[in-house]
């Protein structure tokens, strides 16, 4: 018997990515792959008696970046998006990093992958808190290509947490910067 009550399997085509909107809507239209990033506890190495040491529960948790590839467009638009993005980070004159995420277009930004089922319906939503980019990867020319393919660059962002939201839901976190709050149904509309 089951453990769940779905027994379809997730496409790896089945997903939809947003960031935000207004600042970057290119990166949004021309992405083609993205990898959810790994995890991991780092266990804590306690020295004992004559054993050289025995692996303890850790206490913090170290995540992979996200690593995401748009197609390029012919007037690079999306690449242009991640280049001032990373510029306009680096050009700023506040010196703290709390002062650039205050900016306008934003520095940090979230990033929202959508689950998708095979009916193309939402069904659970993954929210990466914080985005900042860090690496734009290299674009390779080639003269001697056929012309069919086309060019994709790579981003890579780094992010506070991620956390799971069921579409139609924000979560609210209480102002003491704990990872620990309640889900509240969203009132504005929902866009599928």
Known sequence: MATTSTINYLQPTSFKLTIDRKWYPNLEYFLQSFVHPGMMLNAVDVSYKKIQSIPMVGDKLTFNELMANCIIDEEMTGYDEMYKWMRRILDQDEVTPSARSKGTPPTMSDITLSILSSHNNQTKMI??????????????????SSGTDF????????FSYFEFVKPGYTTVWPNTGDFAGSAKPDTSPLVT
Do not use: H, K, N
């Open 127 to 144: 929210r990466y808190v914080d985005c900042i980019p860090t690496a734009l990867t290299d674009i390779q020319f080639e003269s001697t």
């Open 151 to 158: 060019l994709i660059f790579g981003a890579s962002f780094r």
